[in-house]
């Protein structure tokens, strides 16, 4: 219970359906004086205090569990380590992964109970599939995927078939504080939004240069690679414009090089999207489903082949700000609610015919 | 439910509830000049006397306050704020590793707000700082210590300080020496005037009073700088309207507490000794913390190899049995116990124990009912422990 609406929503739900329901709270910081005194997020002390508030209300025990080593060996050294690589990580996904239904549900289950339940906005029915929520606005379906059958056999998410605002309708009807607290969007431990500075405190200055793609002419430097992501068009600071006048766009980081590589936006599209470690994708070939290559990305049509451990996706328009350390959702259309057939970590875009 | 956690709070004692009715259904200020404000003046200075009579002390030296928290800032700061004054080479304050953090925070905020040298007194393994610690930092020290504060009984392993052998030393050596016997009245003896101490703190809630009332015993020769400036109400060294029912319920709990005393300890004692043999029978490697001799009657503190106290607690809690982790909580998380850690535990030992504490109505089938779900839990628990190693 993070604090939030969906998580109190998700437990009073949980416990009508006639669970025998526990309250828990992740506290993340190894250092309580740090993010948890921030001011956003769902790591704050207040956070805290709201999902006891709101486990008082539902009349469910709650508890305080400490994850705060596992969290930062598994999501914040991870966020950094990915960011040195020239990639792009999501830590929310990465917590999913590895403390929301690796840590915490191994706890739980070892204390005697059942299944992790979340708030999350996705649909796990009786059938075991995972779907997208009918509210596809939240839906966190995405970040969901890289559960493997085990973590979701142990898993409940009661609020996939209700929209936001009727989450936010029951809680108010409930008495629940948080029925107006507003969404969290920022990553939760880095309190002050600065993703950038975060990193250079972490992993210092490494100056270097960016470069044209095209030319390859030197057009400035930068202060460390891990401050760009595929697709950025901002904080580019290059003093020599185009030839052309267009803004330029970050297509690539080469951490060996420390370079940053840049160029016109339609040098980012892509229509082949290659992708290692995959999860759930039982199977080799499938045509005509659709892929999602970030959280809140646009949905591509694509066909899917799988050989080795190595996911190609041909993507039938081509998309745009593909980043290293993505994950790629394949889902199945259904009009029941698309499903989510697997997902595999993001290598590398790449396109056909590339540009002369 | 079994209540196993008496020295969080322990119930009130059915006279000190009926007093505390009683005195809260009458009006009156005792500062007012009329009758019913002499009437509540009345009911303030009895319970006073009744205080002072049952701990050894004058009732000029009872300064009622809100409880533990509050007598503890007041004494170590207000006598280091007064003693400074009188003499600015005193600028160091002692206390011992194992303090409570009411304590142990106030002597820090010194430490950081007011300059203050901090000299921390080492504990052994049982947790009792010795004669011989606090001759040391004496003789290397005693003209700038402006105040040593160290607890009677400490709130979790439950091990007795020599008290009277360390006041004496502070005595000889011209320092005001503090203590907080908020464990321990009620449970050993306790006579202020005997301790040889200057200043001692106790609260109502911990000998079967309401919550939100104590007092602090503080010696009329002490120099003490007030924390709450106001009316002056209690010697002019503590302001605030006196709770007038607080107090007379306060009173009947302390005087109750410690007329039954030794009945009561025997009892608890005898009754904490088979909670422990039980114990330690059901899970074998179970290692006991503390002192074996001088310790609170009704405290048992252990360390469950393998497991995670808070996960213990939660599966003990889910069966009705409620106990501690004994440690501190610091922004939700349960830290692990400074006092463990200052007995020279490590980590995991100190985050893998429970407190165990029993109080005036506590009976055989509350033992009964933990050992009864005991074994279970610390199975399950171990089984989570394995969660923390590093995968």
């Known amino acids: ?356 | 439910m079994a209540y196993l956690d008496h020295a969080a709070t322990t119930p009130m004692l059915p006279a000190a509830l009926d007093a505390y009715v009683a005195a809260a259904r009458e009006v009156g200020n005792p500062s007012s000049l009329h009758a019913a404000g002499r009437n509540a003046r009345r009911l303030v200075e009895e319970s006073r006397e009744r205080v002072a009579a049952a701990l050894g002390a004058r009732p000029s030296e009872v300064v009622f306050t809100s409880g533990g928290t509050e007598s503890d800032n007041l004494a170590v700061k207000g006598v280091f704020w007064a003693r400074r004054t009188a003499g600015p080479e005193r600028t160091a304050v002692a206390s011992s590793s194992v303090e409570h953090h009411a304590v142990l925070d106030a002597v820090d905020w010194l430490g950081a707000h007011e300059g203050a040298e901090v000299v921390s007194l080492d504990v052994d393994g049982s947790g009792r700082v010795t004669p011989e610690t606090l001759a040391a930092v004496l003789g290397e020290r005693a003209d700038r210590l402006a105040v040593i504060s160290v607890q009677w009984a400490n709130n979790e392993v439950g091990t007795v300080q020599p008290i009277a052998e360390l006041a004496r030393l502070a005595a000889a050596a011209g320092v005001p020496f503090h203590t907080d016997a908020v464990q321990a009245v009620g449970q050993v003896p306790v006579d202020f005037a005997a301790s040889g101490a200057s200043a001692l703190t106790l609260t109502g809630h911990k000998v079967g009073g309401p919550v939100g009332v104590g007092a602090l015993l503080l010696g009329r020769d002490v120099p003490c700088t007030p924390l709450l400036h106001g009316g002056g109400q209690e010697r002019d060294v503590r302001s605030g309207t006196l709770d007038t029912a607080g107090v007379v319920a306060f009173a009947t709990a302390v005087e109750s507490a410690v007329k039954t005393r030794a009945e009561y300890a025997a009892r608890v004692a005898a009754l904490r000794d088979v909670l422990v043999a039980g114990v330690r029978e059901a899970v074998p490697d179970v290692i006991y913390n503390g002192a074996e001799g001088d310790r609170l009657p009704g405290n048992a503190h252990f360390s469950f190899p393998g497991c995670e106290g808070d996960a213990l607690l939660m599966l003990l809690d889910a069966q009705g049995v409620y106990c501690s982790t004994g440690s501190a909580c610091s922004a939700g998380v349960a830290q692990p116990s400074h006092v463990l850690l200052a007995m020279g535990a490590d980590d995991a030992r100190a985050r893998s124990s429970l407190r165990f504490t029993l109080g005036h109505d506590s009976v055989e089938a509350d033992v009964d009912a933990l050992l009864a779900v005991l074994p279970g839990a610390v199975e399950r628990a171990r089984r989570a422990g394995a969660w923390k190693t590093p995968r």
């Open chain 1, 1 to 356: 219970m993070s604090g939030g609406v969906d998580s109190a929503v998700a437990a009073a739900r949980a416990r009508e359906a006639g669970h025998d329901v526990t309250g828990v709270h992740l506290a993340l910081s190894r250092n309580p004086q740090t993010f948890r005194t921030g001011a956003r997020g769902c790591c704050t002390l207040e956070d805290s205090r709201d999902a006891r508030r709101a486990a008082d209300v539902i009349g469910i025990p709650f508890y305080v569990w400490d994850m705060a080593e596992e969290f930062h060996a598994s999501v914040v050294d991870d966020f950094v380590g990915e960011y040195a690589a020239g990639r792009t990580p999501n830590p929310c996904l990465r917590c999913n992964e590895k403390i929301k239904f690796e840590a915490v549900l191994d706890r739980a289950i070892a204390l005697g109970f059942d299944a992790v339940v979340t708030g999350h906005h996705a649909r796990l029915g009786a059938d075991g599939l995972l779907r997208r929520s009918v509210d596809l606005a939240k839906d966190q379906s995405y970040v969901l995927a890289v559960l493997t059958r085990e973590q979701l056999d142990r898993a409940m998410f009661p609020l996939g078939d209700w929209t936001k605002e009727r989450v936010r309708a029951e809680a108010a009807s409930r008495g629940l504080a948080v029925a107006d607290k507003p969404d969290s969007h920022d990553i939760c431990f880095i309190a002050d939004g600065d993703t950038r500075g975060f990193l250079e405190s972490r992993l210092g200055s490494a100056p270097g240069d960016i470069v044209d793609g095209r030319t390859g002419e030197t057009l400035g430097t930068h202060n460390g690679a891990y401050g760009f992501t595929v697709g950025q068009r901002k904080g580019l600071d290059l003093r020599v414009p185009a030839a052309d006048g267009r803004p330029r766009y970050v297509l690539s980081i080469t951490p060996v090089t420390n370079t940053v590589t840049v160029g016109p936006r339609e040098d980012l599209e892509v229509d082949t999207v290659t992708a290692t470690r995959p999860i759930q994708m039982n199977f080799s070939e499938m045509s005509d489903i659709q892929v999602q290559l970030r959280a809140h990305g646009d949905v591509v049509d694509a066909d899917v082949s799988i050989s080795d451990g190595l996911v190609t996706a041909r993507l039938k328009s081509p998309a745009r700000g593909v980043a290293a350390g993505q994950a790629i959702v394949a889902y199945q259309p259904d009009p029941d609610g698309d499903i989510v057939l697997g997902s595999a970590t993001i290598a590398a875009g790449t396109r056909a015919s590339a540009h002369a």
